[in-house]
């Protein structure tokens, strides 16, 4: 591209590309055209404008290239376009009259031996295209490359988004395991001084919930049919728990092309509990069951009269979980009866 001529890692005043003959030939013919059109009916008119362009318009390019790179390194486009912008076209346009004098001064001074006023003349009006090209050509040169940087920044924000996110990611999934086992041990510790034959079967039952978090620890999301033989054996291990004080229903499918995050629904599940008062009078009623393109997790609200320390981990690591994932959102509804909320349900195209 034309901009790459002037914005390069490092600056080798040897070497040239075309653009460097190009660019001088087809200002000295706009010039031509603009103060003398008739110029193009004379071979040696156009061979002079040709030898007078490349030699106002090599040394010209080389030095704006030089500004631009040195400026570079400390003064950003992205992050101050007007200082840059200004300080270029300055600096520019004064390396430009210094260049343009100094040819003029060789052509028609030492060469052709005219007067001083001839140099002045000739220096004086080409200064006015000369200011006119160099702005129109910091313009539009360094536009293209402040978008360039401008599209590269936001390219690399968005990379260090996902990045990050992902982060957040396997840090959260590493929180989970913990967390179910630390709740699943405190249930178990006090039912084998209830009953040996429930604690048996609560062990049994729980070997299969954790082979289970183990299987899918390295995994973003799983289908349906596997996350709902999850939530059917974590139901029955805290209604073994909490027997006719709490009602699990679950009306899922067993599909294979839906999936969902790993183990979702046991925290939306172990929140409720969590959040909720549990009594045989007043039971906790939890229900999962599929909508659309949700699950959705609804329970009766009944809050806890003591304020419970939350570790934020349930739904705002779904929450995290599925910005790294999907655009779609998690939803949240709460009324004075129920607190209710909307996992969605994904598609192959989404994993």
Known sequence: MLSDIY?????K?????????IIPIIIGLII?????PQGFLSVKIMSFVMIYSL????????????????????????????????????????IGILILFTVNYLIFIVIQKQGIDILYSKTFEGLKYLIIFTITG????????????????AVNEEKLK??????????????????????????LSSLVYKDQHKAVTFIREFSNVFRYVLECREKEVVDLATEKKLLESISYLYQIRHEDSLQININLSDATDKFIIPMALQM??????????????????????????????????????TEIVSSKIGLENIKSRYKYLSDKEVLVEMSNENFVVKIPVLSIKDV
Do not use: C
């Open 7 to 11: 914005i390069k890692p490092d600056f």
């Open 13 to 21: 005043i040897f070497k040239f590309s075309p653009w460097h003959l």
């Open 32 to 36: 031509t055209l603009l103060a003398y």
């Open 55 to 94: 030699a106002i318009g090599i040394p010209s390019m080389k030095s704006f290239e030089y500004i631009e790179w040195k400026l570079e390194q400390h003064i950003s486009w992205l992050k101050r376009p007007n200082l840059r912008f200004f300080l270029t076209a300055f600096l520019e346009i004064i």
């Open 138 to 153: 910091v313009i539009l040169i360094n536009s293209s490359h402040f978008f360039k940087s401008w599209k590269q920044a």
């Open 162 to 187: 996902r990045e990050k996110l992902a982060i957040e990611y396997e840090a959260l999934k590493n929180q989970v395991n913990p967390h179910f086992l630390f709740n699943s041990l405190t249930a």
């Open 268 to 305: 939306l599940l172990e929140n409720a509990i969590k959040h909720n008062t549990i009594v045989v009078n007043k039971p906790l009623i939890v229900e999962i069951r599929e909508e659309e393109d949700y699950i959705v997790v609804r329970n009766n609200l009944q809050p806890k009269k």
